[in-house]
């Protein structure tokens, strides 16, 4: 179980989803992530505990000419 994100394009469509990549994703089960309400940190679950990132990691998957929403 790895962790996506998928944008949402200009028109309302939803792009593709990205990987997270490898600095989330490992051979353990990643899951339960969600985004603070500040939008400044991501935090998800592995093997029973809970990590936490800065959100950029999202931003710098973001196709360029997909804005921020």
Do not use: C, H
């Not at 469509?13 to 991501?42: H, M």
Request: proline share 1%.
């Amino acid at each position: 179980m790895d962790l996506f994100i998928s944008f949402q394009q200009k028109d309302g469509v939803w792009s593709n989803a990205f990987s997270l990549g490898k600095e989330i994703n490992t051979q353990a089960l990643e899951g339960n992530s969600f985004v603070t309400a500040d939008g400044k940190y991501l935090f998800f679950s592995r093997k029973f505990d809970i990590f936490w990132v800065s959100a950029k990691i999202i931003e710098d998957l973001r196709p360029q000419g997909l804005g921020a929403k």
